[in-house]
């Protein structure tokens, strides 16, 4: 893994990317880089508003609706921008990879790295909620953080292979783009999977939301903990640890084949 290696090789040129673009994201703004940790609020925030107060979804059961919607959303939101943002980088830095020979994975990763910062501060908001809003959470919460580092491997293999495929084929932003709003509806952030009124007729569909949709069982393990209190199931488990390698294999072999190819193409 020679790909991810560099990111260790060259920290101090990944650092210098991860603080510009950091810096960059919030350049010109009163409150700064303080909106690192504001922005990641005040979008849980918005979506608790609408999903759970002016739109009331079904209580999956619970009177702890909001807390359940909260779980969810921290590994979605981490997702959808640093997926969006990544696919987009080696475009962006054009000039640079044409001048410049260095590795050019660390672009893309560097991104994944920014949003990062945002993930872990609402994944340490919703921990501390649940320690606060419910009782029986304590002894599992703090599986959180592994499963949350586990995701995060997740998104940078696929940010790093949309991110090689956007450079050569500029299709993939756009394609990606139409796909999220979809995706996010295909995955349990709003609902639980066990709650869906189709599912008993269609257990196919139940089937390729949990197993077919890479995001779903991640997700869920991570509910599990936060919400209701009890240890991932051994299937969501080893399904996101496989997800971790493959996904982490499949974006160092597509960036390996592309790698020649993007300073010409950028």
């Known amino acids: 893994m020679s790909v991810y290696a560099d990111v260790v090789r060259y920290r101090e040129l990944f650092g210098s990317l991860f603080r510009r673009d950091l810096r960059a994201k919030y350049r010109g703004s009163f409150v700064g880089l ?11 925030a918005v979506y608790l508003l609408v999903f759970s107060v002016l739109w009331r979804v079904a209580e999956v059961g619970s009177d702890d609706y909001w807390l359940f919607l909260l779980c969810g959303l921290p590994p979605w939101v981490f997702f959808a921008t640093a997926v969006q943002a990544s696919s987009r980088s080696l475009l962006e830095n054009a000039n640079l ?21 945002s993930f872990a ?6 921990v501390a909620l649940s320690l606060v809003a419910l009782d029986d959470t304590g002894a599992t919460v703090w599986l959180a953080f592994p499963l949350g580092a586990l995701f995060a491997c ?11 495929l956007n450079a050569l084929y500029r299709d993939v932003e756009h394609l990606l783009q139409a796909l ?9 952030v709003l609902y639980s ?13 139940e089937f390729l939301l949990h ?8 997700i869920e393990a991570l509910r599990a ?20 390698a493959v996904s982490l294999a499949v974006g160092a072999l597509v960036f390996s084949r592309s790698d020649d190819r993007i300073a010409v193409e950028v």
């Open 34 to 44: 303080a909106w690192s940790l504001l922005h990641p609020l005040v979008l849980m």
């Open 97 to 117: 990879i044409r001048k410049v020979r260095f590795p050019r994975q660390l672009i893309p990763l560097s991104v994944v790295g920014t949003n990062l910062v």
């Open 121 to 126: 501060v609402m994944l340490a908001v919703v």
């Open 154 to 164: 997740i998104v940078a293999g696929v940010a790093l292979a949309l991110a090689s």
């Open 180 to 188: 999220l709003l979809p995706w996010f509806f295909l995955t349990p």
């Open 193 to 205: 999977l066990d709650q869906l009124p189709g599912v008993d007729d269609h257990p196919e569909l």
């Open 211 to 218: 197993w077919v949709n890479f995001l779903t069982p991640p």
């Open 225 to 244: 903990v936060l919400f209701f209190g009890e240890a991932p199931s051994a299937g969501d488990a080893l399904y996101t640890a496989v997800a971790a």
